[in-house]
């Protein structure tokens, strides 16, 4: 039987507290949690990731007094959450990641029990039984042969086990939902995580296509990582924290790979936004520009949005585009659209 330690005392809310509702942004590197309180937005965050540590009954004893989360499976014990990360760097060595390419890892056996508790930590436990819960999954990839109905129906089942009703969003939808409410929830959403790119088309809260592709930014860090010989997790650090995409001039070998790499992205994606308006049939009679919100860690680095102004302008899209812009709060805008689709679907 595994052994599930969370070591942190969920707090039950009463339902005058919030409004009856919560969304869940399940992704390849965090799993996130927004819920309505008081008027305010809070949001909870958990990395997705675990590392194996020795097992023994010591070191149990000092995980538990620090309230490090854990689990015990086939007498192996994993660290799990934002721990990992800390006990990875102390041992100069990678965290493992329960979702691939935006979905359960085929490859981890470990993956269902550490996302299970993952998902237990940063959602808690419902105001009342029967709590709506909305919960990202991604889009069918064009890129690749996998679905995403396994995937689906395991969070589906993890979260009615805690107590929840759930539903599913698409990751690009709720982007829409969180970012386009000026625009009566019509435009695109785009997505740019760590294991995918989501994208959608919304017109007036409806998608009229929707889809993502496996190209994201783990890809971007291995592709670097392997033409300048260096390891993905610093192509990873140099990215979230120094890479100016608005520079042009004096780059060095990692942000010159990392530049044509992200060009490389940002092409892609839209090549594939135009393949998918030649296969739509019955596309809405749209007159005026549509704006494009763009969300994920992925999109962090100073000057993406620019960049990516500029290749929609070299691959014109076949309808008007208007204003292109970052979220208000990137890497929460899917839990926040969550929330939303949530809030409604309670009302």
């Known amino acids: 039987m595994d052994e599930?330690?969370?070591?942190?005392?969920?707090?039950?809310?009463?339902?005058?507290?919030?409004?009856?509702?919560?969304?869940?942004?399940?992704?390849?590197?965090?799993?996130?949690?927004?819920r309505e309180k008081n008027g305010k937005i809070i949001f909870r965050s958990e990395r997705n990731a675990f590392f194996e540590v020795e097992h023994n009954e010591f070191t149990k004893k000092i995980l538990d007094n620090s309230k490090v989360r854990y689990i015990i499976k086939d007498d192996k014990l994993y660290v799990v959450g934002n721990e990992a990360l800390e006990f990875a760097n102390m041992f100069n060595k990678e965290t493992r990641r329960p979702l691939s390419k935006g979905v359960i890892s085929p490859s981890e056996k470990e993956a269902l029990p550490i996302v299970e508790v993952l998902i237990k930590n940063v959602i808690g436990e419902p105001s009342n039984n029967g709590e709506i819960a909305y919960f990202s999954v991604p889009g069918e990839p064009v890129d690749a042969s996998f679905d995403i109905i396994y995937h689906e129906k395991i969070l589906e089942g993890f979260l009615k086990t805690l107590?929840?009703?759930p539903r599913s969003i698409n990751e690009a939808h709720a982007v829409i939902l969180s970012e386009l409410a000026d625009e009566d929830f019509t435009g695109f959403g785009i997505s740019f995580g760590g294991g995918m790119v989501n994208v959608c088309l919304s017109f007036m809260s409806v998608p009229v296509f929707k889809f993502s592709v496996t190209k994201a930014g783990d890809w971007i860090?291995?592709?670097?990582?392997?033409?300048?010989?260096?390891?993905?997790?610093?192509?990873?650090?140099?990215?979230?924290?120094?890479l100016d995409l608005d520079k042009e001039n004096n780059l060095n070998k990692i942000e010159s790979a990392l530049s044509v790499y992200y060009?490389?992205?940002?092409e892609?994606?839209?090549?594939?936004?135009?393949q998918k308006f030649d296969e739509t049939s019955?596309?809405?009679?749209?007159?005026?520009?549509?704006?494009?919100?763009?969300?994920?860690?992925?999109?962090?680095?100073?000057?993406?949005?620019?960049?990516?102004?500029?290749?929609?302008?070299?691959i014109p899209l076949p309808i008007p585009v208007g204003n292109i812009r970052m979220a208000s709060q990137p890497l929460r805008s899917v839990a926040k659209g969550a929330?939303?689709?949530?809030?409604?679907?309670?009302?």
């Open 339 to 347: 929330l939303v689709a949530a809030n409604v679907n309670a009302d």
């Open 4 to 34: 599930i330690k969370t070591n942190k005392k969920v707090e039950r809310t009463t339902n005058n507290e919030h409004k009856k509702g919560k969304g869940i942004d399940i992704g390849t590197a965090f799993v996130k949690c927004a």
């Open 221 to 242: 860090d291995q592709q670097v990582a392997m033409v300048v010989d260096e390891t993905a997790s610093r192509i990873a650090s140099i990215k979230e924290t120094s």
């Open 163 to 165: 107590g929840y009703t």
């Open 268 to 274: 892609y994606v839209i090549q594939n936004i135009r």
């Open 263 to 266: 060009d490389h992205l940002i």
């Open 282 to 314: 019955r596309l809405p009679q749209i007159q005026k520009p549509l704006n494009i919100a763009i969300s994920g860690g992925t999109s962090l680095p100073k000057g993406f949005s620019g960049r990516f102004e500029r290749h929609i302008k070299q």
